[in-house]
């Protein structure tokens, strides 16, 4: 009779978890953008689920991957950026998947001070460059300490490794659930060879706010640090012809990791064009400043469409695996990354801010027979929700420490009368990019950011009147009751998630701009 009862029970589904760093809302097709195609991505939302209103708690590496792992706020689970070490002992949801009769896995990047100790089966991590990992011939290491370096591209290599990993489990008698997570497109951003010259003959359009001069906003984006007219030529792939720079160099340490005839295909992909650029600058070209930064920007978006496209090849990988080993239609697969990314939105580079390019992240998700299939919800979500859906999907339960919500019914199309009318997010500097601390909350209209240290400033917008966030009316009067209400809110919210008082020094204190700036205003 228990055999009977047993034998009635639903299988529990896989789980893949499929994880890149920095991947921006604007380059996945699926978003809408049209900016890049990325036709395996676009067949998962085809077939699954996209969250259009999916945010960070945190814009920063570190502190996402805690917060996935444990589905708490930053404040929490104690990493507050990404200097901060990881308790490994603290609560994970992998280690309940695992009691729950799961196979675990990790592979790729990880970036947590410390490892995963027993929250996975299995863990296998890149390794070098600050746990940021390299994309040519990675190292990797392993849960006994072991350091392997393995010839190839870092995307290509984490995939493989999934994929043998699941091909070594995929008749254990056991369901299994895999973190499957790539550096790309990270800067330094270096293509592989077969996705180099892609963009070669295209002129990428400008984001319409890349000229952006901080005027009537807060004072601190006026001080940061993180516009790409700032990188320098080896970051953007322009370097000396083969044989002309010194390996031992550190602006080209990341050639002298290649094999020759990795370097001799990357200067195929690069010196034609470098040349150019030389031949163009000598001639006085880029002596406009306007002109060189749109060149960058060009340089810029280019290689970091080209990483993603080579991730974009490795998830049709994992899907076609999938496929082919009859395991789709019970597979969970979820497409996402450790927050956005401006790709020359406001003139900037990187992440952390609060503004909409950064808070957002792609979260996409296929469960066949749950989750609707080609349907864009616009339910608000959070990073914080991953560990309970994970959980939930599994008829695991969800701790009450957990601060997340499970998605399961969301992606069923009930979502409850009671989700979230709004998200909380807080940045912890860590002293890069120049950047404030500073909290804020956001319904599905309004954003009040509340920058705190090292002097208090405010900000309020109207996200659909100024979508692009270049306007604050924090304290126009036409919004004073909006502005109250939101205070209110922010308040509540930070009681709803138990956010201690705000009286914690920043390590760093955002400098005065000293270098030489351009006249913004001017641009067209």
Known sequence: MLFAEQASQPEKPNIVFIFSDDHALRAIGAYGSGLNETPNIDRLANEGMVFEQSFCTNSISCPSRATILTGKHSHKNGVLGNGAKWNSQQYVFSRDMKKAGYSTALIGKWHLKGTPDDAFDHWNLLSGAGGQGHYYNPEFTDKYGKVTQIEGYSTDIITDKSIAWMENHKNDGKPFMIMTQFKAPHIHRVPPPRHINDYDDVNVAEPSNMFDD???????????????????????????????????????????????????????????????????????????????????????????????????????????????????????????????????????????????????????????????????????????????????????????????????????????????????????????????????????????????????????????????????????????????????????IRDEYDVPTLNIESRHKPKARTQKKVNRKKRK
Request: a negative charge; aromatic letters at 14%; proline letters at 4%.
């Open 214 to 492: 901080y005027q009537n906003r807060s004072s601190y984006a006026q001080k940061s640090w993180m516009e790409f007219k700032g990188m320098r030529e080896p970051i953007l792939n322009i370097v000396p012809e083969e044989g002309k720079y010194d390996l031992k160099d550190r602006r080209y340490q990341f050639l002298a990791r290649m094999s020759p005839e990795q370097r001799k295909a990357y200067h195929e992909g690069y010196d034609k064009k470098n040349n150019e650029y030389r031949k163009r600058k000598a001639a006085g070209a880029y002596d406009d400043p306007i002109v060189m930064e749109k060149f960058k920007y060009q340089r810029y978006i280019k290689d970091y469409l080209g990483c993603v496209a080579a991730i974009d090849d490795n998830v049709g990988r994992i899907l076609d695996w999938l496929e082919a080993e009859g395991l789709a239609d019970n597979t969970i697969v979820i497409y996402s990354s450790d927050q956005g990314f401006y790709t020359g939105e406001h003139g900037w580079n990187d992440k952390r801010w609060m503004y909409e390019e950064s808070l957002k992240m792609p979260f996409i998700i296929r469960w066949p027979g749950v989750a609707q299939a080609g349907v864009h919800s616009q339910a608000m979500i959070q990073n914080i929700d991953y560990a309970p859906t994970f959980l939930d999907a599994a008829d695991v339960s969800i701790p009450e420490e957990i601060q997340g919500r499970s998605l399961v019914n969301v992606l069923k199309g009930q979502t409850p009368d009671d989700w979230r009318d709004a998200i909380y997010y807080h940045y912890y500097d860590d002293g890069s990019y120049n950047l404030p601390r500073f909290e804020g909350v956001r319904n599905d209209r309004y954003k009040l950011i509340h920058y705190y240290y090292p002097h208090e400033e405010w900000e309020l917008f109207d996200l659909i009147e100024d979508p692009q966030e270049m306007k604050s009316v924090y304290n126009n009067g036409k919004y004073s009751d909006i502005q109250a209400m939101m205070h209110k809110r922010l308040e509540v």
